[in-house]
């Protein structure tokens, strides 16, 4: 199964979000990130929504969201025509040795330490699914204590823009 991204530009009033996120559960599909939120012009949200598929099913949900009629308009995100990012908040165990090497680690991925008590840090981390994944798996020898990611949000290259 593939991963895809959807960008999709609605109204911006509530229970929108209610009816996209219905629309998939009523048809079976699942969602493996949804970020949400409203753009320059305070009408409209952007939804980026990571689903995992085949092209069948990928088509399906695009004809499916079209017929919401809040849904002004959506757009596959192609991995190498878009900007794609994800942010991650890791709290992990770091006091005495530990704790140089944790920081060290962090500033390799360019990852910023937002936070510091006498055992642990939080490191805020953006960047690739990939890179993000990378940082969580070396710092989870030291003890993650918890851990939250963004989902992905993705904006085409360029002068192109969602309408």
């Known amino acids: 199964m593939e991963k895809y991204v959807l ?6 009033h509530a229970g929108v979000l209610s009816r996209v996120s219905g629309l998939f559960s009523r048809r079976g599909y699942n969602i493996d ?7 320059a012009d305070p009408d409209k949200s952007r939804a980026t929504i990571v689903v995992s ?6 088509e399906q949900i695009k004809k499916q969201l ?28 770091a006091s005495g040795e530990q704790r140089a090497v944790v920081i060290e680690t962090c500033n390799i991925f360019r990852a ?10 939080i490191v805020e ?6 890179k993000i994944d990378s940082l969580i798996r ?13 989902g992905l949000v993705a904006m085409d290259r360029g002068s192109k823009i969602i309408k």
């Open 7 to 12: 960008s999709v530009l609605v109204e911006n």
């Open 33 to 39: 990130s949804l970020v949400v939120c409203e753009t």
């Open 53 to 58: 598929g085949d092209e069948y099913i990928l």
């Open 66 to 93: 079209s017929k919401l009629v809040e849904v002004i308009s959506i757009e596959h995100c192609e991995k190498s025509e878009t900007c794609q990012r994800e942010m991650a908040l890791i709290k992990v165990k």
């Open 112 to 121: 910023h330490i937002v936070d510091v008590s006498e055992n642990a840090l």
């Open 125 to 130: 981390a953006t960047g690739s699914e990939d």
């Open 138 to 150: 070396l710092l989870e020898p030291y003890g993650i204590l918890e851990l939250l990611k963004s």
